[in-house]
């Protein structure tokens, strides 16, 4: 280490050690130390995962993505400068009630929910325009385009990772992918389990993994019926409420009968309609990957460590990629 990195580092603990209870890492970790900053997510990782559980009583997949979301754009370190240790409060209470607690907060904030619009609205805000959003909006089965393939500088970047790295990946997609006999003789020497009880254990993951597919796949095919039935029946009301125009305000049976059955399509229209926003809400929140808590139990480490460490390596990913596409686009 040369001197001038000496004196910096003697300089960032000594400003630390004058915040009352500050680890005297504090200061490595603000100014971007990778080694700090590894040694603050095994050390707190399991508390910063844990904390909007305990707090606010969010799911699983939630906290993942809220332990994400702390350490992306280094937003919990720009926080942590504010440490002074007054009124003798200790580093974690500050880290707890101060800054996860407004990060949470601005984290809900990026999930207020869109305000929808049914698909049975008529265009131009008449009954009697000839078409509704329905009749103008794609497919949203057919509006994506389909991912894709990985190149070879992808398999390059993933054939270049460390194999406990490599493995991180193939537990994250366990309900594509199975494991290698390295792959399990690894796992089995992390997790101190023996070679012939880790493939059980990992099964065990597969086993719930293909059932939440399973009805992933049921999601989608109820919101393929139900649109279909939207898109077969959207035109039924106005069609009725033209029917209603073209017989005029004359009060008879059969006027009775086309409003009550005017009413009945627009309620059915409306609840199919929410059924489907219900449906695509399902089919978004739901995760397949590999929950956190399982790949934990699988390497025999805490859940905080096995957030810490994911994040590293999809940050390295991103980074990696992002350097591919640069070179690919010059």
């Not at 009352?20 to 900053?37: M, N, V, Y």
């Not at 792959?183 to 070679?195: K, T, Y």
Request: one cysteine or more; hydrophobic letters at 40%; charged letters at 30%.
């Amino acid at each position: 280490m040369s001197t001038t990195d000496s004196t910096t580092r003697s300089a960032r603990k000594a400003a630390a050690a004058a915040r009352t209870g500050a680890p005297e890492w504090l200061d490595d970790c603000i100014a971007g130390d990778a080694k700090a900053r590894r040694a603050f997510q095994d050390e707190l990782g399991p508390s910063i995962y844990g904390f909007p559980t305990k707090i606010y009583g969010v799911d699983e997949a939630q906290a993942a993505d809220f332990y994400v979301y702390v350490f992306e754009r280094d937003r919990i370190f720009h926080r942590l400068r504010t440490f002074e240790g007054r009124n003798r409060i200790q580093f974690r209470t500050f880290l707890s009630f101060y800054v996860l607690k407004a990060l949470f907060v601005e984290w809900q904030r990026t999930h207020k929910e869109i305000r929808t619009v049914s698909l049975a609205t008529p265009l131009g805000g008449g009954d009697d325009e000839g078409g509704t959003l329905e009749d103008v909006l794609p497919d949203p089965a057919s509006a994506a385009p389909a991912p894709a393939a990985a190149g070879p500088e992808a398999t390059l970047l993933v054939a270049g990772l460390e194999p406990e790295e490599r493995l991180d990946l193939k537990l994250l997609s366990l309900v594509e992918q199975d494991l290698t006999p390295e792959d399990v003789r690894l796992l089995a020497r992390l997790s101190g389990r023996s070679v012939r009880d880790t493939p059980a254990a990992v099964a065990e993951v597969q086993d719930g993994l293909r059932a939440k597919d399973a009805k992933a796949t049921q999601l989608r095919d109820e919101l393929d019926s139900t649109w279909g039935w939207i898109h077969v029946r959207s035109q039924d009301p106005q069609e009725t409420r033209e029917s209603l125009r073209l017989l005029g305000p004359v009060d008879s049976e059969r006027r009775r009968r086309l409003e009550e059955r005017r009413v009945e399509l627009e309620t059915a229209l409306a609840k199919r309609t929410r059924q489907r926003e219900r449906l695509v809400r399902e089919i978004e929140a739901y995760k397949v990957t590999t929950p956190y808590k399982d790949i934990a139990r699988l390497r025999g480490q805490a859940v905080g460590t096995v957030c810490s460490r994911i994040f590293r390596l999809r940050k390295r990913l991103l980074e990696a990629f992002g350097e591919v596409a640069e070179v690919e686009a010059s």
